[in-house]
């Protein structure tokens, strides 16, 4: 029995880690790694700490803490960091020593961990995805105005004419974003002649024009056996991931093992050390030197404290209206009929056209995902006023009156923040007049 | 990659048309010295920037503007006769009456008028570009309809298209002009043009007369030749070069100048210096090369030379260690033209040898701006129009510190006595509008003179 569960044990491992190297992880360790893990042992928690490390870094590539070194001790930092910020909460972890010589079983609990809470392996999968089509993100963009004045130290740095060499620069930026504009105008243009060039050429009736990879595909065959190589490839890589999550349950009835070898040495030895520990544990999570973490929770506290505020207003709000609608009630009741046929259909029909209401705002308010990436397809428009939009589908001009909105809001944030803006040129004619 | 050149006024449509005649022989001259696939990718690159391809083959992506009919008609009919190009047959528009030498008349009577039909003709030019590399309008700053209504078409392109980049091209008239409101034009003309465009690059007709009689020994100047000559340096700007560390032809010409060169709000005026520049028979007997060509435009620009002879060779850049606020003393002392920022572009044979290390050099440049953005140099080993090698530099100086400053103190005398301003108030343009061009001029000149 022992003996049956260890060869399905190592089945579910052998998965796991050929899916990784399907993935591209450089540092997949052995199935026998895992193993001894579970019991804690030292000598496999370099491979997993560099494995977390591998795992982690191309989903957060833009973190200033990620380095492309092969010092361990970076690297621990980096995933202690990663993990402070999605939000895993077991001590222990923090506290493993950065040489990475201890602690195998935390690292397995944290990977499990990671599985199931960041889809991690979805979401590596979704990375490495062939796509074909024309794709653009819902992102708008959007970043609040910066807080703190930058271009300060650039006006002390620059000498005596700082300020001017400060105009020039903004100058060029425009100049750029300009340039960036019309490429992006261009791209749209171009992108529509092919669209519609195409149109009728693809087998799927519902696309009907080809894409420009696909186009690129049918000018060049030698694109076409190389892309064949990469779908095969993508292709061996899905069946992996489908074998692994046959044989997933499999390894969360082991994980469970894991947690309570864990649970039961924590009773005997650990819980001294961690008393001692607790406190100097503070301290390092407040140290934690990862300038998004401790950016990320100062937005946190701001949001925390605007929705307190918000709450108050709309309390207030609320009061305020409750009490003249009450008012208002009270008059009208006066004109109702006290015949109690008639009263039952007057407020089923006050009640209908209050759900319709209802039901209208919760269908207007429904944002598609801005994450994903989307295909761009080119539709004609029909007599019909509105196209049956599919599940999973957006139309172009929603989007359009969806980013008027936030313009607009942009617009009344800019006005929020005059000190900001004026203090740029008074600082400008400052300088004129120091210069003259 | 597509520039929209507006036409404006008799001068614009004039030097338009050469500038397009030069265009064209030079994208269709046979190079032997270059590689095929080179020449190739150069002409295409210059065909797809001025000109759309119609049936009738190809058609200059120009808007022609003038409210007399004369002279629209004869560019038209020049540039057919030429057999490689032509302008398109819906891309003019002009009236019967001119607009009288009178700046008011044409900012604040005719450009209004005529907005709807000027612009629905720029908007199909427009149209026909993949994308817009921005708008060249071309004028005269003495006249009546350039100046008048080519500022209140700028304005016009900008409001309508607030992202693109716009560059004017203005004519500077004669110092001993013929029209008498010239200096009033001229100041009402930049002030405004200040506001709406990105970039004013300035020829003056002084300038160009000299290089016609002194250079190019013709005896007859007309106009024609003037014309040629000032064609032959815009060509040599805004011909396919490629800027530094980028191996394609520069796809954002407007763009890629605007940078480097007019980033700054106040410092919008550009001069343009060539060379070599003379007679087609001097040439077939003239060996240039590079080092010596890059030494004479330095010290053009160092002495503020307009040409090539009589560069005062006396004039030295200052030395190092000047504070900058006694180096505007010492400069104006010796006569020494600061620059904010030079472009060079290098067109010719073994292009890549040249050093323009010269050019890089602190002392001729201002204090705030670093040499390295100051100084931008592009490069093609295309030669162009008849010259082996062939300079140009564009530059943002105190090149026209003093012209400006003549200009605008004779206007100022002539508003002092308020001559010949009731004929701009009979249109619209009042007092306050004169005092705020005159204020706008004033800030500009001092901002050039403490560079």
């Known amino acids: ?436 | 990659m597509s520039i929209v050149t507006v036409q404006l006024g008799q001068c614009g449509n004039q030097i338009g048309q050469e500038l397009f005649n030069v265009i064209s022989n030079d994208s269709h001259s046979l190079r032997g010295q270059c590689p095929k696939t080179e020449s190739e990718a150069y002409s295409i690159c210059s065909q797809e920037r001025f000109f759309s391809e119609g049936q009738n083959g190809a058609s200059a992506r120009a808007v022609l503007v003038d409210m007399e009919p004369k002279v629209i008609s004869h560019t038209i009919s020049t540039a057919a006769k030429s057999g490689r190009w032509k302008y398109g047959d819906q891309s003019s528009f002009c009236q019967k009456q001119g607009s009288g030498n009178n700046w008011a008349n044409g900012f604040c009577v005719h450009g209004p008028r005529h907005e709807e039909d000027i612009m629905d003709l720029v908007r199909r030019e427009v149209e026909k570009c993949d994308r817009l590399g921005g708008f060249f309008n071309m004028m005269s700053m003495a006249g009546g309809t350039g100046s008048g209504m080519g500022t209140y078409i700028t304005q016009c392109l900008r409001d309508t298209y607030p992202h693109s980049f716009i560059l004017n091209q203005v004519t500077w008239p004669y110092g001993t002009g013929e029209v008498i409101v010239q200096n009033y034009n001229s100041v009402l003309t930049l002030s405004h043009l200040y506001q709406s465009s990105d970039a004013i690059l300035v020829h003056e007709n002084d300038t160009v007369h000299k290089i016609c009689a002194q250079l190019m020994n013709i005896k007859q100047i007309s106009f024609k030749d003037v014309n040629k000559v000032i064609a032959h340096q815009l060509g040599s700007v805004l011909q396919p070069a490629y800027t530094e560390g980028v191996s394609e032809y520069n796809r954002n010409p407007l763009g890629d100048l605007m940078k480097s060169m007019v980033c700054h709000p106040e410092y919008k005026l550009l001069g343009l210096r060539n060379i070599p520049q003379m007679s087609e028979t001097s040439l077939a007997y003239s060996v240039f090369t590079w080092p010596g060509l890059l030494k004479h435009l330095r010290q053009m620009l160092i002495a503020n030379a307009k040409m090539e002879e009589g560069i005062d060779w006396q004039v030295r850049p200052p030395a190092g260690g000047l504070p900058p606020a006694e180096k505007g003393t010492h400069n104006k002392q010796l006569r020494f033209n600061t620059s904010l920022a030079n472009l060079l572009i290098l067109r010719g044979k073994d292009v890549q040898s040249a050093d323009t290390g010269g050019f890089m050099d602190p002392a001729l440049y201002t204090s705030w701006l670093p040499p390295g953005v100051a100084s931008s140099t592009w490069r093609t080993p295309m030669s162009f129009n008849r010259y082996e090698k062939s300079a140009t530099l564009v530059s943002n100086s105190q090149f026209l510190l003093k012209p400006l400053d003549g200009i605008v103190g004779k206007a100022w005398n002539m508003f002092a006595s308020r001559a010949y301003v009731h004929q701009y108030t009979q249109f619209g343009i009042s007092e306050e509008d004169f005092l705020d061009s005159f204020t706008a001029l004033e800030q500009i000149i001092a901002s050039y003179t403490h560079l």
């Open chain 1, 1 to 436: 029995m022992q003996r049956e569960a260890n060869v399905k044990l190592k089945e579910v491992i052998s998965s796991l880690c050929k899916l990784l190297a399907g993935l591209g992880v450089e540092a997949v360790p052995s199935p026998e790694t895992f193993r001894r893990g579970k019991f804690n042992r030292r000598d496999g928690t370099a491979d997993l700490w560099k494995l977390l490390y591998s795992l982690l870094k191309p989903l957060h590539q833009d973190c200033p803490c990620a380095s492309n070194k092969a010092n361990l001790a970076l690297q621990v930092d980096f995933v202690k960091s990663v993990l402070l910020h999605y939000g895993y909460g077991v001590r222990e972890l923090y506290q493993l020593p950065a040489d990475g010589s201890e602690g195998s079983r935390e690292l397995l609990l944290a990977l499990s961990w990671l599985f199931h809470r960041i889809n991690l392996l979805e979401q590596l999968l979704n990375k490495t995805r062939l796509s074909l089509g024309d794709e653009t993100t819902l992102c708008v963009g959007g970043t609040p105005l910066v807080e703190g004045s930058l271009g300060l130290s650039a006006v002390q740095g620059g000498g005596g004419g700082g300020a001017r060499y400060l105009e020039w620069l903004q100058g060029q930026l425009r100049f750029h974003w300009r340039a960036l504009h019309a490429a992006q105008e261009e791209k749209a243009t171009l992108l529509y002649k092919i669209h519609t060039y195409t149109k009728g050429c693809h087998s799927n009736p519902s696309i009907s024009h080809l894409s420009v990879a696909e186009t690129s595909l049918i000018k060049s065959p030698r694109q076409q056996s190389r892309m064949l190589m990469l779908l095969e490839c993508e292709i061996t890589l899905l069946e992996s991931y489908l074998e692994w999550k046959r044989l997933e349950p499999l390894y969360w009835h082991w994980m469970e093992s894991v947690l309570d070898a864990k649970l039961a040495d924590d009773s005997q030895e650990v819980l001294i050390a961690n008393t001692i520990a607790m406190a100097s544990g503070f301290k390092r999570k407040d140290k934690d030197s990862c300038q998004r973490n401790q950016s990320m929770k100062r937005e946190m506290d701001r949001l925390g404290k605007e929705l307190l505020e918000l709450k108050w207003g709309l309390q207030g709000e609320a009061s305020a209206k409750r009490t003249s609608w009450c008012k208002w009630v009270e008059y009208k009741e006066q004109d109702i009929p006290l015949d109690p046929q008639e009263f039952g259909a007057i407020a089923l029909k006050l009640h209908d056209r209050v759900g319709q209401k209802l039901s209208a705002l919760r269908c207007n308010n429904v944002k598609p995902a801005t994450n994903t990436a989307y295909r761009l397809l080119l539709r004609e428009t029909t007599k019909q006023k509105t196209l049956p939009v599919h599940a999973g589908e957006t139309e172009a001009s929603q989007m359009m009156l969806g980013v008027d909105n936030e313009e607009q809001l942009f617009h009344y944030q800019c006005v929020l923040h005059p000190l900001l803006l004026r203090s740029i040129p008074r600082l400008g004619a400052e300088q004129h007049a120091l210069l003259k």
